[in-house]
């Protein structure tokens, strides 16, 4: 299983069906069904899990600072939804929310603008795939 991971093969949220084909052929797969111990499957499942926490972390981060971006933005007791103001001519900043129409480098631009400790620490890989789970 961890070659795969290395090879990308297997990323946070895989699925078997998405696997399978690439491993039912495999001796190493083969040679292990049947006999005592964990299954292909239940190791499947065991690495998938582990990228899928590693993923809900780094998601858990980026959204962390998108609330303290769109935290700036509003004022303390304002209940304002941060629209523009046509009366004064003046646009305020509209909150940041990810969405079909977000682009991966509006989402980078923001995160690495307003980043903190946890997300200075992520690759721009680790920041691809956050993007590709919220958009």
């Given at each position: 299983m961890q070659q795969f991971v290395n090879e990308g093969k297997i990323k946070a949220r895989t699925k078997w069906k998405q696997i399978y084909p690439l491993l039912s052929n495999d001796d190493r797969y083969l040679s292990m069904l049947g006999n005592p111990g964990s299954n292909p499957l239940e190791l499947f499942w065991d690495v998938v899990d582990s990228l899928d926490q590693k993923l809900d972390a780094k998601l858990g981060a980026v959204n962390v600072v998108i609330r303290k971006y769109n935290a700036k933005l509003q004022p303390e007791g304002s209940d304002d939804d941060m629209k523009v103001d046509s009366e004064?001519?003046?646009?305020?900043?509209?909150?940041?929310?990810?969405g079909p129409e977000t682009t991966e480098e509006e989402l980078l631009a923001?995160?690495?603008?307003?980043?903190?400790?946890?997300?200075?620490?992520m690759s721009d890989e680790d920041l691809r795939e956050v993007y590709q789970n919220v958009s």
């Open positions: 004064e001519g003046d646009a305020k900043p509209k909150a940041f929310a990810v923001l995160v690495k603008s307003e980043s903190d400790e946890i997300v200075r620490k």
